[in-house]
């Protein structure tokens, strides 16, 4: 067991950035990610300045026998950060655009909003998810499943290149004609390879966007049902709509009169002309909320009223082979008609599109042939909520268990899941033999390694 003070000393001596170990001012607070429900045992953590402390802290692991895990935001923390050195990125938060080239080039400590709010000005977007806080780096490495992956396909696709510190202390760019191996299994197959410094993506134009939340009390959630399998069974490839059960938490974005409040709730975002397959929705009478209206990409993140500070929660994704009236029946019973609760959401997105399309320039995360996503969220504040929350995730995924496939985008892996339960067998043993290659000594640490069965 290394020393925690002689361990801050070492690495003080060898990078620019800020470094906490145990027992000194500001490590609590550090070693904290968004999620704050997790707590990671961590030897140090280092705040690095630029991509030559990286090197510095990968170096400094390897003579030291330690491993390194990184961390954008801490949207997705997990237990196997315990030991390492962890690498907090985000005081790299260059965002630069070329509107000619509809490209963006990242640090890797972004967050998605200022992306957005970069790439807007130009009528540009890149594959975003539901929330402007996520991190680019962890969102994109683990595949990104966002509002345009049904015309866009996984946000790792759209990367060119990323800038990365190898397990030997290297520091190199990674495009498909330098490393075509690595290049491949960095786009969704997590944080296992390299400690990224940078990532060069496409865009895409963002033509007259129109989205927003229509919400209805509980009580309307059969029909609300009911239209979503309608709608989604029309919608063109630039019309994402996704159906939420809610119960709404006490969090200062969410409006005082529904706080507490059973709900379900229709987000949608549309590009272009695409809107038609709405009208089921305006059907349902008893609206409470309405926030839909033109949008520019800086918007797209307050659709969901998602928390934007830190938070203690768990989530469980799987992925739907169907929204039969049979699947809907089971959601139905196993929610008592839309009664969420200790759970704050159970939301489930309509994919297909791109996703179902496979391409020999895709990465790792290949294709999603799953019609839907359904996730189940609930806040932890303490350890006797989270025992609550799982059970009722539990339950809820064993009534639903005849129409899931099993499977799980990377992304929404969570506590006690591992990469087998997002990859295929030949595409985990492949990533497995790259990790292999590259990282022989196991520096790197991703919250999801691949090495773990
Ligand atoms: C509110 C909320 C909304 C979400 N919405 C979506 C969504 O719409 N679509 C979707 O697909 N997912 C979504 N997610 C899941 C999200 O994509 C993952 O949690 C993702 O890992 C977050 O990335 P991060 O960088 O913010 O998190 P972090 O916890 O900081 O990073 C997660 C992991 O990414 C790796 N990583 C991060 N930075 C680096 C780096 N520089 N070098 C190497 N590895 C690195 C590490 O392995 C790290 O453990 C959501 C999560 C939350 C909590």
Redesign the pocket.
Known sequence: MIDGRALGNDLRRGVRGRVFVAGEDGFEQART???VAVRQEVSAVVEIADAVDAAAVVKYAASAGMAV??????????AA?DGTILVT?RALDGVEVDPQARVARVQ?GV?WGSVCGATAEHGLCGAV???AV??????T??????WFARSQGFAANAVRALDVVTADGAHTRVTADSDPDLFWALRGG???F????GLEFDLFETPQLFGGRILWPAERTAAVIAAFRDATAEAAEGLSIWLSLVQFPPFPQVPEFLRGKAMVAIDLLASGHVTDPLRYFDEIPGIVLDTRRPLDPTQIGDICM??TNPTP?A?RGELLTDFSSETTDSLLAATAAGSVAPLAMIQIRHLGGALTRSSTEAGCSTTLTEPYLISLLGPIPTPEAGAAVLARQNSITEALRPHLSGRK?F??LDSGETPAQAFAPESLSRLRSIKDHYDPRDI?R??YPLNQN
């Open positions: 990610p968004w999620n895990s990184t961390r954008a935001t801490g949207h997705s923390p997990s950060a990125t890797s967050q998810g539901s929330s996520v991190g680019l780096t962890g969102y490495l683990g595949g990104g499943v966002g997590g944080g296992d390299a400690l990224v410094t998602e928390p929660a989530v985008p992304t929404y790197f991703s919250n």
